[in-house]
């Protein structure tokens, strides 16, 4: 590795369990959400974007994405509470 080189910090156990747990709470979400729009046979991206109240560029995104960007994990809840889904823990 090259001196230059900046290192990333670690994170603390707290931190990477809370990580951990939002990203299988935002994977349980994406697979509710795939299934109440398949319920409702909304395949389209522009379907999909207007069921989520979304572009739907960025609903097709927010559905896809696999590592989580700040406020994903609320806009994945809206989306599901618009659906009327819900996650079981």
């Known amino acids: 590795m090259d001196s230059n080189t900046p290192t990333k910090p670690k994170l603390s156990a707290a931190e990477a369990k809370a990580r951990k747990a939002a990203r299988l709470i935002s ?34 995104a927010l559905l896809a994405r696999k590592h989580l960007r700040e406020g994903d994990l609320e806009r994945l809840q809206a989306a599901a509470a618009r659906l009327n889904v819900h996650v079981l823990d």
Do not use: F, K, V
């Open 27 to 60: 994977l349980r979400l994406q697979m509710m959400i795939y299934r109440g729009l398949d319920e409702r046979d909304i395949t389209t991206p522009a379907e999909i974007g207007a069921a989520l109240g979304l572009p739907a560029a960025e609903a097709s």
